[in-house]
């Protein structure tokens, strides 16, 4: 944190200023002290209706970046098969399609349902296509990858199908790469440890 000081001369007094310049902004910085902030974003769904985060609260979250015609794209299965195993003990997998990786997500927001409807059974709550990486981040992923506020959880997503897991508090407490399946053992028991 840099500190400047500053002498203003008015008449015979001087005052001294002091200014903080920190190194996030202020909302971020509000963040860190409560990690409930994801509970303050609204996003439009799959239909395009706004749906505000805090209708998850209390709830374990599993956010999801998502794509049509990536390698792993198989994965829809396995977070459908998790999603059906543990949403009435109080998971939410939130999937976000994405075309920021490879640009494997070309479609729209009705073609990308269709299909996951349709080859997947998909029933988890879909979300609009966003951008989760680079200079047009949206606000909601600038915050979950954020190194500041969720230190070795934070950083940039590495592909499609990165998972970001929050507690019931909504504190980011695991990230998972591309490679880990969501019903392998590892998945299971890091959402069994927050249930």
Not at 81 to 90: A, F, H, P, S, W
Not at 98 to 125: H, L, Y
């Amino acid at each position: 944190m840099r500190f400047l000081i500053m002498a203003l001369v008015i008449g015979s007094t001087t005052l001294f200023l002091s200014c903080t310049k920190s190194e996030k902004p202020a909302v971020q910085q509000q963040a860190a002290a409560n990690p409930e902030q994801i509970y303050n974003f609204q996003m439009d769904n799959i239909d395009g209706q706004p749906i505000k985060l805090d209708k998850y609260k209390g709830k374990v979250l599993l956010v999801v970046n998502v794509a049509s015609e990536c390698g792993y794209t198989y994965q829809y299965k396995a977070m459908q098969n998790l999603y059906e195993i543990y949403k009435d003990r109080g998971l939410e997998i939130l999937a976000f399609p994405a075309n920021d990786f490879g640009e494997q997500e070309p479609g729209s927001d009705q073609e990308i349902k269709e299909f996951t409807q349709g080859r997947f059974g998909v029933t988890f709550p879909m979300f609009s296509k966003i951008s989760v990486n680079g200079e047009t981040i949206h606000p909601l992923f600038d915050y979950l990858t954020d190194s500041m506020l969720h230190g070795n959880h934070g950083g940039k997503l590495t592909w499609n199908f990165n998972k970001i897991l929050l507690d019931r508090e909504g504190s980011v407490i695991r990230r998972f790469t591309s490679e880990v399946d969501p019903d392998s053992d590892e998945m299971k028991a890091a959402i069994e440890s927050v249930l």
